[in-house]
Protein backbone atom coordinates (compact mmCIF):
# COMPACT_ATOMS: atom_id res chain seq x y z
CA UNK A 1 0.00 0.00 0.00
CA UNK A 2 3.03 2.33 0.93
CA UNK A 3 4.55 1.63 -2.28
CA UNK A 4 1.99 2.54 -4.28
CA UNK A 5 1.34 5.47 -2.63
CA UNK A 6 4.77 6.87 -2.74
CA UNK A 7 5.21 5.72 -6.38
CA UNK A 8 2.16 7.41 -7.90
CA UNK A 9 2.78 10.38 -5.75
CA UNK A 10 2.25 12.49 -8.82
CA UNK A 11 -1.24 10.89 -9.83
CA UNK A 12 -2.29 11.39 -6.12
CA UNK A 13 -1.67 14.77 -6.45
CA UNK A 14 -3.34 15.35 -9.85
CA UNK A 15 -6.36 13.53 -8.31
CA UNK A 16 -7.08 15.97 -5.46
CA UNK A 17 -6.52 18.78 -8.05
CA UNK A 18 -9.01 17.59 -10.32
CA UNK A 19 -11.59 16.97 -7.56
CA UNK A 20 -10.74 20.74 -6.20
CA UNK A 21 -11.28 22.17 -10.04
CA UNK A 22 -14.36 20.19 -10.92
CA UNK A 23 -16.10 21.59 -7.61
CA UNK A 24 -15.02 25.18 -8.71
CA UNK A 25 -16.65 24.44 -12.03
CA UNK A 26 -19.47 23.14 -10.55
CA UNK A 27 -20.37 25.86 -8.19
CA UNK A 28 -19.16 28.48 -11.05
CA UNK A 29 -21.67 26.65 -14.09
CA UNK A 30 -24.60 26.52 -10.74
CA UNK A 31 -24.13 30.53 -10.18
CA UNK A 32 -24.50 30.87 -14.05
CA UNK A 33 -27.74 29.17 -13.92
CA UNK A 34 -29.35 30.96 -11.35
CA UNK A 35 -28.19 34.76 -12.53
CA UNK A 36 -29.70 33.33 -16.13
CA UNK A 37 -33.05 32.13 -14.24
CA UNK A 38 -32.77 36.02 -12.04
CA UNK A 39 -32.08 37.96 -15.86
CA UNK A 40 -34.63 36.00 -17.31
CA UNK A 41 -37.38 36.31 -14.42
CA UNK A 42 -36.56 40.20 -14.29
CA UNK A 43 -37.18 40.71 -18.31
CA UNK A 44 -40.28 39.05 -18.22
CA UNK A 45 -41.64 41.13 -15.34
CA UNK B 1 -19.35 34.20 -23.49
CA UNK B 2 -20.02 30.57 -24.15
CA UNK B 3 -16.69 30.12 -26.34
CA UNK B 4 -14.67 31.74 -23.18
CA UNK B 5 -16.55 29.68 -20.52
CA UNK B 6 -15.89 26.61 -21.92
CA UNK B 7 -12.11 27.06 -23.83
CA UNK B 8 -11.15 28.27 -19.92
CA UNK B 9 -12.69 25.19 -18.63
CA UNK B 10 -10.96 23.15 -21.35
CA UNK B 11 -7.92 24.57 -21.19
CA UNK B 12 -7.51 25.21 -17.42
CA UNK B 13 -8.20 21.08 -17.13
CA UNK B 14 -5.65 20.33 -19.95
CA UNK B 15 -2.92 22.51 -18.23
CA UNK B 16 -3.80 20.54 -14.99
CA UNK B 17 -3.82 17.20 -16.39
CA UNK B 18 -0.61 18.07 -17.92
CA UNK B 19 1.59 20.13 -16.05
CA UNK B 20 0.86 17.78 -12.88
CA UNK B 21 0.89 14.23 -15.19
CA UNK B 22 4.03 14.32 -17.67
CA UNK B 23 7.28 13.40 -15.81
CA UNK B 24 10.05 15.47 -15.68
CA UNK B 25 13.27 13.31 -17.04
CA UNK B 26 17.29 14.43 -17.21
CA UNK B 27 16.64 14.02 -21.26
CA UNK B 28 13.44 14.97 -22.21
CA UNK B 29 12.55 13.37 -25.83
CA UNK B 30 9.33 13.65 -27.50
CA UNK B 31 6.00 15.67 -26.31
CA UNK B 32 5.45 13.43 -22.99
CA UNK B 33 8.70 14.27 -21.16
CA UNK B 34 9.72 17.70 -19.83
CA UNK B 35 13.42 18.39 -18.75
CA UNK B 36 14.54 19.05 -15.52
CA UNK B 37 14.96 23.02 -14.66
CA UNK B 38 18.12 23.15 -12.04
CA UNK B 39 17.33 23.88 -9.03
CA UNK B 40 13.97 22.91 -9.21
CA UNK B 41 13.18 19.36 -10.07
CA UNK B 42 9.20 18.38 -9.97
CA UNK B 43 8.30 21.75 -7.64
CA UNK B 44 8.93 23.34 -11.67
CA UNK B 45 5.58 22.19 -12.00
CA UNK B 46 4.28 25.28 -9.91
CA UNK B 47 5.43 27.43 -12.88
CA UNK B 48 2.25 26.52 -14.77
CA UNK B 49 -0.37 28.18 -11.55
CA UNK B 50 1.90 30.36 -9.79
CA UNK B 51 2.79 32.40 -12.98
CA UNK B 52 -0.34 32.79 -15.24
CA UNK B 53 -2.15 33.58 -11.92
CA UNK B 54 0.04 36.24 -11.10
CA UNK B 55 -0.08 37.44 -14.11
CA UNK B 56 -3.76 37.47 -14.32
CA UNK B 57 -3.72 39.43 -10.65
CA UNK B 58 -2.00 42.44 -12.81
CA UNK B 59 -4.93 42.17 -15.90
CA UNK B 60 -7.80 42.02 -13.10
CA UNK B 61 -5.76 44.87 -11.50
CA UNK B 62 -5.63 47.15 -14.73
CA UNK B 63 -9.03 45.96 -15.99
CA UNK B 64 -10.08 47.73 -12.98
CA UNK B 65 -8.34 50.57 -13.36
CA UNK B 66 -9.49 51.05 -17.01
CA UNK B 67 -13.20 50.78 -15.91
CA UNK B 68 -13.04 53.06 -13.32
CA UNK B 69 -11.50 55.69 -15.22
CA UNK B 70 -14.42 54.75 -17.85
CA UNK B 71 -16.41 55.66 -14.54
CA UNK B 72 -15.20 59.16 -13.98
CA UNK B 73 -15.53 60.27 -17.58
CA UNK B 74 -18.89 58.76 -18.22
CA UNK B 75 -20.52 58.80 -14.14
CA UNK B 76 -22.10 55.59 -15.83
CA UNK B 77 -22.43 53.41 -13.10
CA UNK B 78 -22.43 50.01 -14.96
CA UNK B 79 -18.47 50.83 -15.16
CA UNK B 80 -17.96 51.31 -11.76
CA UNK B 81 -20.16 47.38 -11.22
CA UNK B 82 -16.97 46.55 -13.92
CA UNK B 83 -14.57 47.93 -11.92
CA UNK B 84 -15.08 46.78 -8.22
CA UNK B 85 -16.25 43.11 -10.06
CA UNK B 86 -12.45 42.78 -11.40
CA UNK B 87 -10.94 44.54 -8.35
CA UNK B 88 -12.42 41.35 -6.76
CA UNK B 89 -11.33 38.95 -8.67
CA UNK B 90 -8.22 40.72 -8.73
CA UNK B 91 -7.71 40.48 -4.94
CA UNK B 92 -8.66 36.42 -5.17
CA UNK B 93 -6.14 36.02 -7.76
CA UNK B 94 -3.79 37.90 -5.60
CA UNK B 95 -4.12 36.14 -2.57
CA UNK B 96 -3.49 32.59 -4.53
CA UNK B 97 -0.41 34.34 -6.37
CA UNK B 98 0.91 34.77 -2.79
CA UNK B 99 -0.17 31.87 -1.43
CA UNK B 100 1.19 29.62 -4.19
CA UNK B 101 4.25 31.33 -4.00
CA UNK B 102 4.78 31.06 -0.19
CA UNK B 103 4.71 28.00 -0.82
CA UNK B 104 7.19 27.30 -3.52
CA UNK B 105 9.70 29.49 -1.13
CA UNK B 106 8.84 26.83 1.44
CA UNK B 107 10.25 24.14 -1.09
CA UNK B 108 12.81 25.90 -2.99
CA UNK B 109 14.48 28.57 -0.03
CA UNK B 110 13.34 27.14 3.08
CA UNK B 111 10.78 29.69 4.18
CA UNK B 112 7.08 30.52 3.25
CA UNK B 113 8.03 34.67 3.50
CA UNK B 114 11.72 35.99 3.13
CA UNK B 115 10.68 39.60 1.89
CA UNK B 116 12.35 39.14 -1.45
CA UNK B 117 11.15 42.20 -3.18
CA UNK B 118 8.97 40.40 -5.78
CA UNK B 119 7.48 38.80 -2.70
CA UNK B 120 7.12 42.37 -0.92
CA UNK B 121 5.35 44.05 -4.11
CA UNK B 122 2.97 40.94 -4.87
CA UNK B 123 2.25 41.37 -0.52
CA UNK B 124 1.91 45.29 -1.32
CA UNK B 125 -0.29 44.88 -4.25
CA UNK B 126 -2.27 42.99 -1.76
CA UNK B 127 -2.50 45.79 0.63
CA UNK B 128 -3.24 47.57 -2.19
CA UNK B 129 -6.79 45.87 -3.05
CA UNK B 130 -7.15 45.76 0.45
CA UNK B 131 -6.98 49.33 0.77
CA UNK B 132 -9.47 49.87 -1.84
CA UNK B 133 -11.94 47.95 0.00
CA UNK B 134 -11.71 49.85 3.13
CA UNK B 135 -12.30 53.18 1.45
CA UNK B 136 -15.21 51.94 -0.43
CA UNK B 137 -16.82 50.51 2.63
CA UNK B 138 -16.36 53.63 4.29
CA UNK B 139 -18.54 55.59 1.59
CA UNK B 140 -22.35 55.40 1.56
CA UNK B 141 -22.76 57.52 -0.91
CA UNK B 142 -22.80 55.44 -4.34
CA UNK B 143 -21.48 58.54 -6.04
CA UNK B 144 -18.41 59.52 -3.87
CA UNK B 145 -17.52 56.00 -3.06
CA UNK B 146 -17.55 55.17 -7.20
CA UNK B 147 -15.88 58.27 -8.03
CA UNK B 148 -13.12 57.99 -5.03
CA UNK B 149 -12.25 54.05 -5.26
CA UNK B 150 -11.84 54.79 -9.00
CA UNK B 151 -9.12 57.95 -8.20
CA UNK B 152 -7.26 55.33 -5.94
CA UNK B 153 -7.10 52.71 -8.12
CA UNK B 154 -5.74 54.97 -10.58
CA UNK B 155 -3.28 56.59 -7.64
CA UNK B 156 -2.16 53.38 -6.70
CA UNK B 157 -2.11 51.64 -10.17
CA UNK B 158 0.83 54.48 -10.91
CA UNK B 159 2.96 53.05 -8.54
CA UNK B 160 1.96 49.10 -9.60
CA UNK B 161 4.38 49.34 -13.06
CA UNK B 162 7.42 50.21 -9.90
CA UNK B 163 6.55 46.89 -7.91
CA UNK B 164 6.25 44.48 -10.70
CA UNK B 165 9.44 45.81 -13.23
CA UNK B 166 11.72 48.08 -11.21
CA UNK B 167 12.03 46.77 -7.77
CA UNK B 168 12.75 42.91 -8.44
CA UNK B 169 14.54 43.57 -11.15
CA UNK B 170 16.79 46.47 -9.45
CA UNK B 171 17.46 44.89 -5.68
CA UNK B 172 18.85 41.52 -5.13
CA UNK B 173 16.81 38.81 -4.29
CA UNK B 174 15.34 34.84 -4.14
CA UNK B 175 13.22 34.88 -6.92
CA UNK B 176 14.91 34.58 -10.33
CA UNK B 177 14.99 37.50 -11.94
CA UNK B 178 16.33 39.71 -9.16
CA UNK B 179 19.40 41.94 -9.47
CA UNK B 180 22.76 39.50 -9.46
CA UNK B 181 20.70 36.28 -10.38
CA UNK B 182 22.86 34.00 -12.11
CA UNK B 183 20.28 32.35 -14.34
CA UNK B 184 19.52 35.75 -15.96
CA UNK B 185 15.88 36.83 -16.42
CA UNK B 186 14.42 33.41 -14.91
CA UNK B 187 13.41 30.88 -16.81
CA UNK B 188 10.47 32.34 -18.34
CA UNK B 189 12.06 35.13 -19.78
CA UNK B 190 15.06 33.46 -20.59
CA UNK B 191 13.24 30.32 -22.65
CA UNK B 192 14.54 27.54 -20.36
CA UNK B 193 11.40 25.65 -20.83
CA UNK B 194 11.18 23.09 -23.71
CA UNK B 195 8.78 23.63 -26.50
CA UNK B 196 6.09 21.46 -24.90
CA UNK B 197 6.51 22.94 -21.42
CA UNK B 198 6.00 26.22 -23.14
CA UNK B 199 3.26 25.00 -25.01
CA UNK B 200 1.64 23.87 -21.55
CA UNK B 201 2.67 27.36 -20.33
CA UNK B 202 1.01 29.55 -22.67
CA UNK B 203 -2.23 27.84 -22.79
CA UNK B 204 -1.95 28.02 -18.50
CA UNK B 205 -1.69 31.87 -19.48
CA UNK B 206 -4.56 31.80 -21.66
CA UNK B 207 -7.17 29.40 -19.77
CA UNK B 208 -6.86 31.40 -16.49
CA UNK B 209 -7.24 34.96 -18.35
CA UNK B 210 -9.99 33.26 -20.12
CA UNK B 211 -11.31 31.85 -16.40
CA UNK B 212 -10.72 35.44 -15.49
CA UNK B 213 -13.22 36.47 -18.15
CA UNK B 214 -15.93 34.57 -17.60
CA UNK B 215 -15.89 35.04 -13.67
CA UNK B 216 -15.61 38.67 -14.46
CA UNK B 217 -19.03 37.97 -16.52
CA UNK B 218 -20.91 36.45 -13.80
CA UNK B 219 -19.96 38.92 -11.39
CA UNK B 220 -20.71 42.06 -13.20
CA UNK B 221 -24.03 40.57 -14.13
CA UNK B 222 -24.94 39.48 -10.80
CA UNK B 223 -23.42 42.99 -9.68
CA UNK B 224 -26.11 44.80 -12.26
CA UNK B 225 -29.01 42.39 -10.93
CA UNK B 226 -28.26 43.69 -7.14
CA UNK B 227 -27.84 47.48 -8.35
CA UNK B 228 -31.43 47.06 -10.10
CA UNK B 229 -32.73 45.96 -7.27
CA UNK B 230 -31.64 48.39 -4.63
CA UNK B 231 -32.51 50.80 -7.48
CA UNK B 232 -35.87 49.36 -7.49
CA UNK B 233 -36.17 49.15 -3.70
CA UNK B 234 -35.64 52.84 -3.38
CA UNK B 235 -37.75 54.38 -5.92
CA UNK C 1 -6.13 85.43 -10.75
CA UNK C 2 -3.43 84.25 -12.62
CA UNK C 3 -2.45 80.41 -11.57
CA UNK C 4 0.68 80.94 -9.91
CA UNK C 5 -0.91 83.63 -7.89
CA UNK C 6 -3.95 81.69 -7.00
CA UNK C 7 -1.27 78.37 -5.83
CA UNK C 8 0.92 80.89 -3.69
CA UNK C 9 -2.45 82.44 -2.03
CA UNK C 10 -3.51 78.75 -1.35
CA UNK C 11 -0.12 78.25 0.14
CA UNK C 12 0.10 81.76 2.02
CA UNK C 13 -3.74 81.28 3.90
CA UNK C 14 -2.25 77.54 5.23
CA UNK C 15 0.94 78.98 5.97
CA UNK C 16 -0.97 82.09 8.00
CA UNK C 17 -3.71 80.06 9.47
CA UNK C 18 -1.01 77.66 10.84
CA UNK C 19 1.07 80.72 11.86
CA UNK C 20 -2.19 82.13 14.12
CA UNK C 21 -2.20 78.71 15.67
CA UNK C 22 1.07 76.68 15.74
CA UNK C 23 -1.04 74.05 15.86
CA UNK C 24 0.45 71.43 13.20
CA UNK C 25 3.76 72.13 13.52
CA UNK C 26 3.87 72.29 17.37
CA UNK C 27 2.28 68.81 17.53
CA UNK C 28 4.15 67.33 14.37
CA UNK C 29 7.65 68.72 15.92
CA UNK C 30 6.15 66.83 19.32
CA UNK C 31 5.86 63.64 17.18
CA UNK C 32 9.36 64.20 15.97
CA UNK C 33 10.75 64.12 19.25
CA UNK C 34 8.49 61.50 20.62
CA UNK C 35 9.74 59.15 18.09
CA UNK C 36 12.96 59.68 18.02
CA UNK C 37 13.12 59.53 22.14
CA UNK C 38 11.32 55.95 21.64
CA UNK C 39 14.10 54.99 18.94
CA UNK C 40 16.67 56.20 21.92
CA UNK C 41 15.45 54.24 24.41
CA UNK C 42 14.69 51.00 22.20
CA UNK C 43 18.43 50.87 21.10
CA UNK C 44 19.97 52.47 24.32
CA UNK C 45 22.18 49.51 24.71
CA UNK C 46 22.49 47.90 21.26
CA UNK C 47 25.62 49.65 18.78
CA UNK C 48 23.45 50.39 16.08
CA UNK C 49 24.95 50.11 12.81
CA UNK C 50 24.78 53.26 9.97
CA UNK C 51 22.21 51.18 7.85
CA UNK C 52 20.14 50.73 11.20
CA UNK C 53 19.78 54.41 11.47
CA UNK C 54 19.43 55.21 7.86
CA UNK C 55 16.49 52.84 8.03
CA UNK C 56 15.06 54.36 11.22
CA UNK C 57 15.25 57.74 10.06
CA UNK C 58 13.03 57.22 7.36
CA UNK C 59 10.57 55.01 9.35
CA UNK C 60 10.54 58.55 11.53
CA UNK C 61 9.96 60.43 8.03
CA UNK C 62 7.39 57.92 6.78
CA UNK C 63 5.22 58.19 10.49
CA UNK C 64 5.48 61.91 10.54
CA UNK C 65 4.15 62.08 6.81
CA UNK C 66 1.67 59.52 8.08
CA UNK C 67 0.26 61.84 10.79
CA UNK C 68 0.63 65.54 9.16
CA UNK C 69 0.33 65.45 5.99
CA UNK C 70 -3.77 64.94 5.81
CA UNK C 71 -3.96 68.13 7.17
CA UNK C 72 -4.29 70.22 4.23
CA UNK C 73 -7.21 68.28 3.79
CA UNK C 74 -9.08 67.64 6.67
CA UNK C 75 -8.69 71.21 8.54
CA UNK C 76 -10.77 72.93 5.67
CA UNK C 77 -13.78 70.21 5.91
CA UNK C 78 -13.25 70.44 9.62
CA UNK C 79 -13.32 73.96 9.97
CA UNK C 80 -16.33 73.67 6.49
CA UNK C 81 -14.35 75.69 4.70
CA UNK C 82 -14.01 73.38 1.54
CA UNK C 83 -17.28 74.68 -0.61
CA UNK C 84 -15.25 78.02 -0.11
CA UNK C 85 -11.87 77.42 -1.45
CA UNK C 86 -13.97 75.13 -4.14
CA UNK C 87 -15.78 78.15 -5.30
CA UNK C 88 -12.55 80.51 -5.26
CA UNK C 89 -9.73 78.66 -7.20
CA UNK C 90 -9.62 76.00 -10.11
CA UNK C 91 -8.90 72.59 -8.65
CA UNK C 92 -5.48 72.98 -10.12
CA UNK C 93 -4.82 75.85 -7.97
CA UNK C 94 -6.06 74.39 -5.11
CA UNK C 95 -4.08 70.98 -5.62
CA UNK C 96 -0.32 72.54 -5.94
CA UNK C 97 -0.95 75.17 -3.23
CA UNK C 98 -1.70 72.04 -1.02
CA UNK C 99 1.23 70.21 -2.41
CA UNK C 100 3.34 72.95 -2.00
CA UNK C 101 2.59 73.55 1.33
CA UNK C 102 2.89 69.83 1.99
CA UNK C 103 5.96 69.80 1.02
CA UNK C 104 7.70 72.58 2.75
CA UNK C 105 6.38 71.14 5.67
CA UNK C 106 7.80 67.48 5.00
CA UNK C 107 11.10 69.40 4.39
CA UNK C 108 10.88 71.27 7.36
CA UNK C 109 10.44 68.64 9.65
CA UNK C 110 12.81 65.86 7.69
CA UNK C 111 15.49 68.32 8.33
CA UNK C 112 14.97 68.59 12.34
CA UNK C 113 14.94 64.62 11.91
CA UNK C 114 18.16 64.55 10.12
CA UNK C 115 19.53 66.69 12.91
CA UNK C 116 18.25 64.84 15.41
CA UNK C 117 19.69 62.38 14.29
CA UNK C 118 23.39 63.35 13.44
CA UNK C 119 23.28 64.96 16.85
CA UNK C 120 21.96 62.28 18.87
CA UNK C 121 23.82 58.90 17.02
CA UNK C 122 27.50 58.94 16.75
CA UNK C 123 27.15 56.62 14.08
CA UNK C 124 25.06 58.73 11.94
CA UNK C 125 27.54 60.67 10.59
CA UNK C 126 27.43 60.98 6.81
CA UNK C 127 30.36 60.72 4.62
CA UNK C 128 28.48 61.95 1.04
CA UNK C 129 26.99 64.93 1.77
CA UNK C 130 25.73 65.35 -1.76
CA UNK C 131 24.03 62.02 -1.71
CA UNK C 132 22.38 62.31 1.50
CA UNK C 133 21.03 65.54 0.70
CA UNK C 134 19.44 64.64 -2.39
CA UNK C 135 18.14 61.03 -1.17
CA UNK C 136 16.09 63.04 1.60
CA UNK C 137 15.10 65.84 -0.21
CA UNK C 138 13.62 63.18 -2.92
CA UNK C 139 12.61 61.18 -0.46
CA UNK C 140 10.63 63.83 1.25
CA UNK C 141 8.84 64.99 -1.82
CA UNK C 142 7.79 61.57 -3.05
CA UNK C 143 6.35 61.05 0.27
CA UNK C 144 4.60 64.73 0.24
CA UNK C 145 3.38 63.83 -3.48
CA UNK C 146 1.81 60.44 -2.54
CA UNK C 147 0.18 61.85 0.96
CA UNK C 148 -1.11 64.86 -0.70
CA UNK C 149 -3.52 62.97 -2.98
CA UNK C 150 -4.62 60.38 -0.71
CA UNK C 151 -5.32 63.27 1.87
CA UNK C 152 -8.12 64.66 -0.82
CA UNK C 153 -9.73 61.58 -1.12
CA UNK C 154 -10.37 60.27 2.32
CA UNK C 155 -11.16 64.08 3.36
CA UNK C 156 -14.56 63.44 3.25
CA UNK C 157 -15.07 59.87 4.72
CA UNK C 158 -15.65 59.38 8.05
CA UNK C 159 -12.89 56.88 9.66
CA UNK C 160 -10.60 59.46 7.93
CA UNK C 161 -7.46 58.67 10.17
CA UNK C 162 -7.31 55.15 9.70
CA UNK C 163 -8.61 55.00 6.27
CA UNK C 164 -5.48 57.56 5.35
CA UNK C 165 -2.89 55.59 6.80
CA UNK C 166 -4.20 52.37 5.04
CA UNK C 167 -4.52 54.01 1.86
CA UNK C 168 -1.43 55.62 2.03
CA UNK C 169 1.18 52.74 3.13
CA UNK C 170 1.29 50.85 0.26
CA UNK C 171 2.18 53.47 -2.16
CA UNK C 172 4.88 54.90 0.28
CA UNK C 173 7.02 51.61 0.08
CA UNK C 174 8.73 52.78 -2.90
CA UNK C 175 9.98 56.02 -1.76
CA UNK C 176 10.30 54.37 1.26
CA UNK C 177 13.23 51.75 0.00
CA UNK C 178 14.56 53.79 -2.68
CA UNK C 179 15.33 56.66 0.31
CA UNK C 180 16.71 54.00 2.43
CA UNK C 181 18.83 52.33 0.44
CA UNK C 182 20.30 55.97 -1.07
CA UNK C 183 20.86 57.19 2.46
CA UNK C 184 22.36 53.68 3.94
CA UNK C 185 25.37 54.92 0.85
CA UNK C 186 25.38 58.45 1.93
CA UNK C 187 25.86 57.41 5.70
CA UNK C 188 28.71 54.67 3.83
CA UNK C 189 30.49 57.23 1.82
CA UNK C 190 29.50 55.57 -1.91
CA UNK C 191 30.31 58.13 -4.67
CA UNK C 192 27.15 59.57 -6.64
CA UNK C 193 27.04 56.99 -9.32
CA UNK C 194 26.47 53.98 -6.98
CA UNK C 195 23.20 56.08 -5.98
CA UNK C 196 22.33 56.37 -8.99
CA UNK C 197 19.70 53.90 -9.49
CA UNK C 198 17.95 54.91 -6.39
CA UNK C 199 17.84 58.41 -7.40
CA UNK C 200 15.80 57.40 -10.96
CA UNK C 201 13.24 55.48 -8.82
CA UNK C 202 12.82 58.66 -6.34
CA UNK C 203 12.76 61.28 -9.51
CA UNK C 204 10.61 59.12 -11.98
CA UNK C 205 8.32 58.12 -8.81
CA UNK C 206 8.00 62.09 -7.73
CA UNK C 207 7.20 63.09 -11.23
CA UNK C 208 4.85 60.03 -11.65
CA UNK C 209 2.96 60.92 -8.65
CA UNK C 210 3.02 64.81 -8.92
CA UNK C 211 1.60 64.29 -12.64
CA UNK C 212 -1.08 61.44 -12.13
CA UNK C 213 -2.34 63.83 -9.17
CA UNK C 214 -2.74 66.88 -10.88
CA UNK C 215 -4.82 65.15 -13.16
CA UNK C 216 -7.05 62.61 -11.46
CA UNK C 217 -7.53 65.58 -8.29
CA UNK C 218 -10.16 67.44 -10.60
CA UNK C 219 -12.72 64.11 -10.07
CA UNK C 220 -11.55 64.15 -6.38
CA UNK C 221 -12.12 67.54 -5.85
CA UNK C 222 -15.67 68.36 -8.02
CA UNK C 223 -18.38 65.96 -7.61
Known amino acids: MEDFLSVNQMYIVLLIVLLIWGGIILYLVRLEKRIKEIENSMKKG | MKVVKYSSIVLVTFVIIAGIAIPTVREPQGLFEFPMIPGLGQKSRNIFFHVPVAWTTVVAFLVSMFYGYRYVRTKNMDYDIKSVSSAGLGFLFCFLATVTGAVWAKFNWGDYWNWDPRETSIFILLLIYGAYFALRSALENEEARARLSAVYSMVAGLTVPFFIFVMPRMMAGLHPGAAGDVEGKGPVLELKMSSNMLFVFLVALLGFNLLYVWMLDLRVRAGKIEYQRIKQQTS | ?223
Open chain 3, 1 to 223: MSSWAGTFAVVSKDVRSEWRTRYAVNSLLMFVVTAVSIILFALRSADPASDLLAGMLWVVIFFTAMSGMSRVFVSEEERGTTLTLQLVATPTVVYFGKLLFNSVLILFLSLIISLMFQLLFQEFSIKSYAVYVISLMLGSLGFSAASTIIAAIIAKTRSRGTLYAVLLFPLLIIPLMAGMSSTIKALEGSPFGEALPDFQVLAAYLMVMVAGSSLLFDYVWKE
